[in-house]
């Protein structure tokens, strides 16, 4: 069983930085996704980020972090992270990470291919 504990969320202002981690166990495929998601309250759910492992790795970024936020994994400790710098108001919301097995490029983008879901840490950014 795959559990996903996140941690790092705070407030902070606008123009600063926050790291999120997501510190993983039980996963044993060699073909997942690990993701980022966010969900602002009356907002549908939205993605953020993602690291691929199948043979090689890929990672992906929404259009709307591009450039301010990366992700990355630390194999050896299997952790994610998502190191978010210049966040904006509109960056407030509840970030989830979220673990897929054998995704494809198409699915990498929604959450419903995510079978592994963390409680998510709480990111707020004031103006």
């Known amino acids: 069983q795959v559990q996903l504990v996140e941690s790092g969320g705070g407030v902070v202002q606008a123009g600063e930085s926050l790291r999120l981690s997501c510190a993983a166990s039980?996963?044993?495929?060699?073909?997942?996704?690990m993701a980022w998601f966010r969900q602002a309250p009356g907002n549908e759910r939205e993605f953020v980020a993602a690291w691929r492992r199948s043979g090689g790795t890929t990672t992906y970024l929404s259009d709307s972090v591009k450039g301010r936020f990366t992700i990355s994994r630390d194999n050896n400790k299997d952790m994610l992270f998502l190191e978010m710098n210049s966040l904006r108001p509109e960056d407030t919301a509840l970030y989830s990470c979220a673990v897929g097995m054998g995704l494809i490029t198409s699915s990498i983008r929604r959450g419903t291919a995510y079978a592994y879901w963390g409680q998510g840490t709480q990111v707020t950014v004031s103006s």
């Open positions: 039980g996963l044993t495929s060699r073909n997942y996704a």
